[in-house]
């Protein structure tokens, strides 16, 4: 399921022909009926109707598959969505924001709950974005001394990963990866993330 909201990330998502089969698998679902309803989805929607209800739409007809498809129906919506606004990328958005009560609803009001719960997210998105941005700024502005062999590689990973355990590089160990990160916690620039005296993870 990770694969398959980072694949939502893409550019490609939803443009090329190998996404109607590839997608069902990301949610260890079976690529029938869900290629058919994908393959058919510009035809029967892009064109005729607001962006947003479009992709609310495209959303409720996978919903209609069943309690186990609604992974599938909230990256459907935020990629449709995307798609139908001429966007290069889609962005996660409405998974986190939208009621488990509005999987009930029909309708306007399913577009209704989509709606609000995209304003929401969008809102928080923006928010979120110019945290990262600040945080990632700085980071690449610190000044280390001594940097260790892999730092470079970890704070690339640190801007691109939304958590990153502490783990051995092509030419440091993974106690070194620890130090790095523990000394970037402690100046402020990266985040830990569990709360966990072992097995921690961290990110901006």
């Known amino acids: 399921m990770l694969i398959g909201w980072r694949a939502l990330g893409e550019a490609r998502a939803l443009r090329s022909a190998e996404w109607p089969a590839r997608l069902p698998g990301f949610f260890d679902l079976s690529p029938e009926p869900v290629s058919v309803l994908l393959q058919d989805l510009g035809a029967r929607f892009v064109g005729r109707a607001h962006p947003m209800r479009f992709a609310a739409q495209a959303a409720r007809d996978v919903l209609a598959l069943g309690p186990a498809y609604r992974g599938l129906a909230l990256?459907?919506?935020?990629?449709?969505?995307?798609?139908?606004?001429?966007?290069?990328?889609?962005?996660?958005?409405?998974?986190?924001?939208?009621?488990?009560?509005?999987?009930?609803?029909?309708?306007?009001?399913?577009?209704?709950?989509?709606?609000?719960?995209?304003?929401?997210?969008?809102?928080?998105?923006?928010?979120?974005?110019?945290?990262?941005?600040?945080?990632?700024?700085a980071l690449r502005a610190a000044n280390l001394r001594r940097p260790g062999k892999d730092t470079a590689a970890i704070i690339t990973a640190l801007q691109s990963e939304d958590a990153l355990a502490a783990q051995a590089g092509k030419e440091a160990s993974d106690r070194a990866a620890r130090r790095l990160l523990g000394r970037l916690t402690s100046l402020g620039l990266v985040r830990e993330l569990t709360g966990r005296p072992t097995f921690r993870l961290y990110g901006l």
């Open 75 to 137: 990256w459907l919506a935020d990629a449709a969505l995307a798609r139908a606004l001429g966007q290069d990328r889609p962005v996660p958005l409405l998974a986190p924001h939208l009621p488990r009560s509005a999987f009930r609803l029909e309708g306007d009001a399913w577009l209704a709950a989509c709606a609000r719960a995209w304003g929401r997210a969008a809102v928080a998105a923006i928010d979120l974005h110019v945290d990262l941005a600040r945080r990632a700024d």
